[in-house]
Structure formats: structure tokens, C-alpha cells
T-cell receptor, first 116, second 111 residues
């Protein structure tokens, strides 16, 4: 099946710094990718929909200036957590597929972010 | 009330047992996904269903659109099946294209 690669898998950063997470579709073109966040013992929550060549669509309550999404090509979407705070520590995961491809959803490996 | 409810939240069983995980939802959907999340966090898609039943190896997924209910079954369970199983909805119509997730069922299969 299709492969989505996410990098890095784990990152520790200091408060106030920015962290970039990459999500690549390796064997298909993804005009749309999704970014999710999962806090411990909670369900995954959609943060934003990343659209190639246009602005991302953010879910209610997600700050677009804090979580910058860039989808400059059909195979790469990036999520940058700007001015990170300890409360941003979470598991971030991207996916592609689903309705837009009329296929199952394919997930990246996820990124565990710890802000100290 | 959550749009998607899974039961049970936690399940511990012995190797070889037949496992059933249930998912009920309250919104219109175009498809329902069953996902497997491993302890490290990685997620694997098991099934995408819009009607009927699908089978892959020891895994079987069914959905009843009228009753807004889906089940995931594992036959001849094995310790390597231990994971969190998540039901996720692909909503019908407009709105977010991303999935809406249940809280997951934490399954432990003991040898």
C-alpha cells in the first residue's frame, strides 16, 4: 500500500524555539494531507487540513500562527510548531488518503514532541 | 455525547480467544475506518468500510449503516495483536475531510 513518511519520530526542544515536522507521501501524490494531535490517553484530534498550493484549513481552536503548515509540493507537507511551550508537548501525526483518494487513510509514523 | 463511541475501552484476553470490539456513531458517514495503533504511536489502517463486511487474515470488520454500528473481530488472537484499536469516521457531505476518531480500545492478549 501507499507509504507516508514522517520525520522526525521524536524531538525534544526548549521552550520558545520552533520545531518543523515533515510528512512525505513516498509513492503517490497527495493534494491533501491531514495533521492530527494526540495527548496522552486521548483520541486523535484533527488540527488542520493541508492543501497543496493553497492555505491550510484549521480546526476550531487551533492557532494558525502557532502551527504553520506548508504544502508546497504534491509529496510534502510540513508542520512548524512556533515558539513552542510545554503544553505543546504531544504526539503529532500526519495522514494522506481517505475521501480525497477514495482509499484507506495512510499515516506517517508520528512525531513525539517534548518541550522542556 | 461523542460522535463515535467504542466499547470496551480496555480488553484483556487469553491467546486464542475470539475478540470483538464495537463502534457506534451518531453522524452520517461516507466510510468508517478501523485503525491499529502500536505502543510507539504508529498507526496502521486495517479496514475502510462503507457497507457489509471485509476480511483480512484473522481480522473481520462489519458495518451496519442503518444501525450506525461497526464491529471489528479478531479470530485466534495472538499476543502480537496487543495494541489500541481505533474506529474513525469519514463524514458524509461537507465539513472537514479529516477523520473523527473514537477513543480506542486497548487490547492485551496474554500468552
Amino acid at each position: 500500500g501507499a507509504v507516508v513518511s514522517q520525520h522526525p519520530s521524536r524531538v525534544i526542544c526548549k521552550s520558545g524555539t520552533s520545531v518543523k515536522i515533515e510528512c512525505r507521501s513516498l509513492d503517490f501524490q497527495a493534494t491533501t494531507m491531514f495533521w492530527y494531535r494526540q495527548f496522552p490517553k486521548q483520541s486523535l484530534m484533527l488540527m488542520a487540513t493541508s492543501n497543496e498550493g493553497s492555505k491550510a484549513t484549521y480546526e476550531q481552536g487551533v492557532e494558525k500562527d502557532k502551527f504553520l503548515i506548508n504544502h508546497a509540493s504534491l509529496t510534502l507537507s510540513t508542520l512548524t510548531v512556533t515558539s513552542a511551550h510545554p503544553e505543546d508537548s504531544s504526539f503529532y501525526i500526519c495522514s494522506a488518503g481517505g475521501r480525497r483518494l477514495n482509499t484507506e487513510a495512510f499515516f506517517g509514523q508520528g512525531t513525539r514532541l517534548t518541550v522542556v | 455525547k461523542n460522535e463515535v463511541e467504542q466499547s470496551p475501552q480496555n480488553l484483556t484476553a487469553q491467546e486464542g480467544e475470539f475478540i470483538t470490539i464495537n463502534c457506534s456513531y451518531s453522524v452520517g458517514i461516507s466510510a468508517l475506518h478501523w485503525l491499529q495503533q502500536h505502543p510507539g504511536g504508529g498507526i496502521v489502517s486495517l479496514f475502510m468500510l462503507s457497507s457489509g463486511k471485509k476480511k483480512h487474515g484473522r481480522l473481520i470488520a462489519t458495518i451496519n449503516i442503518q444501525e450506525k454500528h461497526s464491529s471489528l473481530h479478531i479470530t485466534a488472537s495472538h499476543p502480537r495483536d496487543s495494541a489500541v484499536y481505533i474506529c474513525a469516521l469519514q463524514r458524509a457531505g461537507g465539513g472537514a475531510d479529516g477523520l473523527t476518531f473514537g477513543k480506542g480500545t486497548h487490547l492485551i492478549i496474554q500468552p
